[in-house]
């Protein structure tokens, strides 16, 4: 008997228990850490730190600025409208432009602080 444990497990359930967890939650930990200890580190380990939370310059995916400038006049002028709406619009307006899901229009949006 170790550690008041009649047995002993046959793995760390720790380790199994965080092999099921979503990468947010390990996030959510290193910003906390750093939060509170980025006072006691080293210049240049600040640096390091404050280099690695940049976000990608250039993302192949992003949707283009001039569709997104469109969905915050359009939402800016329609408070009342929703994604789907506003997305309904920029089809008829813009029908060369590839415009993005009504998903990724709430995100827009939401990131802007309108929704």
């Known amino acids: 008997m170790h ?19 979503d990468c947010i939650v390990f996030e959510d930990i290193y910003s906390d850490l750093v939060t509170e ?5 080293s210049d240049s380990h600040k640096q390091l ?3 690695q939370e940049r976000a990608p310059i250039n993302h192949p995916n992003r949707t283009n600025h001039k569709v997104q400038e469109s969905i915050l006049k359009l939402k800016n002028k329609h408070m009342l409208w929703d994604a789907k ?5 920029l089809f008829k307006r813009y ?13 827009i949006l939401f990131k802007n602080g309108l929704v």
């Open 37 to 41: 200890h980025l006072p006691d580190l």
């Open 85 to 89: 709406k506003i997305r309904s619009l």
């Open 3 to 21: 550690c008041k444990f009649d047995y002993s497990p046959k793995r760390s359930t720790i380790s199994d228990a965080n092999k099921r967890r």
């Open 49 to 51: 730190v404050i280099e």
């Open 95 to 107: 029908p060369e432009e590839l415009i993005p899901s009504v998903v990724t229009v709430h995100n």
